[in-house]
């Protein structure tokens, strides 16, 4: 069982990612030729084979160049969500399929002959993640000279107050004759040490207790001393050139999965070692870190699993097979996945936001018109019951509560909810599709009418809306479901726990009236609905919560999730 769990980890890093902090004065004096003739050549992954000719004309800026990259590929972490409609779904992770630099451009040059091209059409590219963006870089710099390596690491600007896997590169820099950083996927030149956690030095300040481990690795999924001891040794690799294929993982890890997920003080000695010697990547160093490699199977990358299919639509699944390389074997098993009743939402058109001489209305909620496709929305909040299977089945944390059961899930993150529902083979509703379930073809402040009784909706009852009365205050969530639906046969729209919807939050764009999504990026997600703690007028139909400090990666007693799928 362990070992699955583990597998499914690994499983998690290669869909999901999404995702030797050393001083400059230190990266400054690292000016050896023989370091930097070795990081001008091609390795096994960054050699681009016969397609080198692709690199000819390309932009000569860093800034243009990591624009260009982006334009080949869909991140699967954090892109893939706004063109799912664009890409079939057997596409939406190729990373096992192109692998390499090479395997790469051929994928590109069979969707579009052109080449890397600025201008590729959505369709056109592949879903990759933030490593495949690194390795094409280095490729490209290490064809005009320039040395380049792929660093992994943990990236703090990615989700707030998180230190998130990300795979970056290291670029020479000759005139001012010193390293620097560079990350494709995010377009940023020139990141300051201090703003990129190498994963060696994050195992020494675990090692001296100076950081929380819970807060390194995939939030929500894969956090603590595996991913971070996984990313050492993914590093390592890749400063001495030797790549692995997505979906391999060194043996080392095997025998701390089978001792409740630690190391012997062997390995802990042998990887303090290497921690330490990567803080300087001079010729001594590299060449020590090199042997102990080749000397030290354990480090080497030989175990390998074939990804587990799931098929969503049946709730059925193909047992993960270990590779003939692992001795171990693994046991055939299948996911059990919840039973979510869903509502059958008629398309139709409706005017969101509110009208202006609404009590309680905000400034963002202006009235447009919109227009909608028939979809499926869950009757229910996910519940406790529900989300536990699915960290079962995917190895990660449950989230805390001190009852379980048929109550909503809280303490999930917009990642969380996100994950959960593509688990399902679903997605989260636009802001347009909540408000036009819970209005259920009304068009007064809630589906109730002009009034929300606490015999209607759990919330606060202390501030009824304008001109009602007053009700009871519970103070807590109910069990989903324990009161009334609306016309559409949806239960809790209002009231009981804020929901997660999947755009971020911003002015409405009142000219996008056709299956709006929200804008593509933003800092803030939107959630609706209202809670047990809120006001009346917090649960409106038009009301927006999240205009300020609701990050995705934010985690509370206060907010669930229900999930959709187009018709």
Not at 185 to 196: E, K, L, R
Not at 475 to 484: A, D, K, M, Q
């Amino acid at each position: 069982m362990k070992k699955q769990v583990f597998r499914l980890f690994m499983l998690i890093i290669v869909i999901l990612v999404t995702n030797c902090c050393q001083n400059d004065s230190a990266k400054t004096n690292q000016f050896d030729g023989s370091i930097l003739d070795f990081y001008r050549k091609y390795s096994s992954f960054t050699d681009p084979g016969e397609y080198e000719y692709l690199y000819k004309n390309l932009p000569d800026s860093l800034p243009e160049l990591c624009s260009l990259i982006r334009a080949q590929f869909i991140n699967q972490g954090w892109e893939l969500n706004m063109y799912r409609d664009q890409i079939p779904k057997e596409r939406w992770n190729e990373s096992l399929k192109y692998p390499t630099v090479k395997s790469a451009l051929e994928g590109l040059l069979s969707y579009d002959s052109s080449g890397l091209v600025p201008d590729r059409k959505v369709e056109d590219r592949l879903v990759l993640i933030c490593r495949d963006n690194a390795i094409l870089l280095a490729s490209i710099l290490k064809y005009r000279g320039i040395p380049a390596r792929v660093r992994y690491g943990f990236a703090p600007y990615l989700i707030p107050d998180f230190h998130s896997f990300h795979v970056i590169c290291e670029v020479w820099n000759e005139k001012d004759k010193r390293w620097m950083l560079v990350d494709p996927s995010a377009d940023m030149i020139d990141i300051s040490y201090d703003n990129f956690d190498f994963s060696n030095e994050v195992w020494l300040k675990m090692q001296q207790n100076e950081i929380d481990p819970q807060l390194y690795g995939l939030m929500g999924k894969f956090t603590g001393l595996l991913p971070i001891a996984i990313i050492v040794c993914t590093d390592l690799a890749s400063l001495l050139g030797t790549e692995h294929p997505i979906g391999q993982y060194p043996p080392l890890f095997d025998n701390a999965v089978q001792n409740d997920n630690r190391f012997t003080p062997q390995q802990i000695e042998m990887l303090n070692k290497i921690s330490e010697l990567m803080k300087s990547i001079d010729a001594d160093n590299l060449s020590e870190l090199q042997e102990i490699y080749n000397n030290t199977p354990q480090l080497q990358f030989t175990r390998s699993f074939d990804p587990r299919t799931i098929n969503a639509e049946n709730n059925t699944s193909e047992p993960m097979k270990a590779n003939a390389e692992d001795k171990t074997g693994t046991k055939d098993s299948s996911i059990h996945k919840p039973i979510i009743e869903f509502a059958d939402i008629p398309g139709g058109t409706f005017l969101m936001g509110s009208p202006e001489d609404e009590e309680g209305r905000k400034d963002d909620e202006i009235q447009h018109k919109v227009a909608l496709s028939a979809f499926k929305m869950s009757k229910y909040c996910i519940t406790y019951e529900q989300f536990d299977l699915f960290c079962e089945a995917t190895g990660r944390k449950k989230p805390w509560g001190r009852e379980r059961g048929n109550l909503p899930v809280t303490q999930v993150t917009w990642y969380d909810a996100n994950e959960f529902a593509e688990w399902m083979g679903c997605r989260l509703p636009t802001e347009a599709e909540f408000e036009y379930a819970t209005r259920a073809n009304t068009t007064t402040p809630f589906y109730t009418g002009d009034c929300l009784t606490t015999d209607q909706a759990n919330f606060n009852g202390e501030g009824p809306y304008t001109n009602c009365e007053k009700g009871e205050n519970r103070n807590e969530p109910l069990p989903v479901g324990s009161f009334p639906p609306n016309a559409f046969g949806l239960y809790d729209m209002h009231g009981n726990i804020w929901e997660w919807t999947n755009d971020w939050y911003s002015e409405y764009n009142i000219e996008d009236t056709l299956n709006p999504k929200g804008p593509e990026t933003g800092e803030n997600k939107v959630i609706r609905g209202g809670g047990w703690r809120e006001p009346a007028g917090e649960c409106r139909s038009a009301y927006r919560g999240g205009g300020t400090g609701l990050y995705p990666g934010t985690r509370g007693a206060g907010i669930s999730f229900r999930i959709v799928k187009s018709e």
